[in-house]
């Protein structure tokens, strides 16, 4: 590698360093403020709340973070998280299986739409924007059309609600009723950073997104392996859909739209560059904490909703702004 390459690595090291920093000094931020603007938001009840919704957006925004990696984009993980959710509800509730089989149907759903899309992008050479934005569609559509329009409830189905409400620390340990949804999300978290970090794969996701070009020229099947991490992040977006149907122990074929966002933002505020080639699970998680925290502090202190939507979509334009800068710095 040239000086000059290795200068480049360097300062795209330094860039992610500071940006998780600044995430995470900018976390501590909020909950400091918040605290003092409401004696409400520091209660158990209240973190615990924050906490369970950080777990279906951090699942989220953890799979898409390998696909923002590679350079692409999916805006389909909010209604493939539905309808995973729906087709959990269909073998569980319709089907009268067991709840195995009903894990394994919404992480093979999502395997399967994911690797649908990897296709459409990777063989049919369709934009990611376009071909994820026609799936998301499309399954919002398939939702609405397999559930009549109506929620499956899985009331009949014993231990479903546990998967994200129960909390095993909370028997050893009453104090800290942790929900068992915040250790799933943690333990998809571990194994993509391993993954990552640690595997093939994961040295191929960021070299698809730092050069991708030069990978396929050195005899690199480049299709498969991104075919692999749209697959990959689909069969997370499943287990969000696991986490998201326990919590309110439905399907809702109508939910879904505009968690895409959530998570998509929770991704550059961690550091991950839209440009591809830079990203950690680690910045990720931060970003997914800062996201839970502003909008349950919004609605702690009785921000109207309307108003909660557009501190979002500021939040989505500035950390697309500094990730911009962040890209002029490094080179």
Known sequence: MTDIGIERQEARRSGSAQQKLLAFASLIVLVAGFSLASPRFFQIDNILSILQATSVNGVLAVGVTMIIITGGIDLSIGTMMTFTAVMTGVVLTWGGMPLPLGILAAIGTGAACGLISGTLVAKARIPPFIATLGMMLVLKGLSLIVTGTKPIYFNGTEGYTLISQGSVIGRMLPAF???NGVLILFAVAGLVAWILGRTVLGRYTFALGSNEEAVRLSGVNTDRWKMAIYALAGGICG??????????????????LGYELEAIAAVVIGGTSLSGGRGTILGTLIGALIMSVLTNGLRVLSVAPEWQTVVTGVIIIVAVYADQLRRRGSH
């Not at 287990?239 to 998201?244: D, E, N, P, Q, S």
Request: positive net charge; glycine residues 10%; aromatic residues 0%.
């Open 239 to 256: 287990i969000a859909g696991l986490l998201i149907s326990s919590r309110l122990n439905s399907a809702q074929p109508a939910l879904g």
């Open 177 to 179: 009723p942790v929900p």
